[in-house]
């Protein structure tokens, strides 16, 4: 099993509430086209620390080539595509467990 986690820091000039409910449909929805996707969950965040960042995704995959297979499938571009406007930055780990 590999798991994928993808921790994403907003913009400060979008509206971080709006934003990041469309992020996580956007997401949730990746389940229903990618095969090799067998998990994902979808956090936004409440904390109010400078240090907090605003969405955080955990998807699960068999292994890593179900991950390389998510991470071009065209669903998941339209995501990154979005992302390029509305991430500040992100912080990525994958690991096998």
Same mark, same amino acid.
């Given at each position: 099993?590999?798991?994928?986690? /993808?921790? #994403?820091?907003?913009?400060?000039?979008?509206?971080?509430?709006? !934003?990041?409910?469309?992020?996580?449909?956007?997401? =949730? $929805?990746?389940?229903?086209?990618?095969?090799?996707?067998?998990?994902?969950? /979808?956090? #936004?965040?409440?904390?109010?620390?400078?240090?907090?960042?605003? !969405?955080?995704?955990?998807?699960?995959?068999?292994? =890593? $080539?179900?991950?390389?297979?998510?991470?071009?499938?065209?669903?998941?571009?339209?995501?990154?595509?979005?992302?390029?406007?509305?991430?500040?930055?992100?912080?990525?780990?994958?690991?096998?467990?």
């Amino acid at each position: 099993m590999v798991r994928h986690i /993808v921790m #994403i820091k907003l913009n400060k000039n979008v509206d971080n509430k709006v !934003v990041a409910a469309k992020l996580k449909v956007m997401l =949730e $929805q990746l389940q229903l086209t990618i095969n090799s996707l067998i998990k994902i969950e /979808v956090g #936004i965040n409440f904390s109010i620390k400078s240090s907090a960042y605003d !969405v955080v995704l955990t998807a699960d995959f068999n292994n =890593e $080539q179900g991950l390389d297979e998510y991470r071009v499938h065209p669903e998941h571009v339209k995501v990154l595509d979005y992302l390029k406007i509305v991430m500040d930055k992100a912080t990525v780990v994958d690991y096998k467990n």
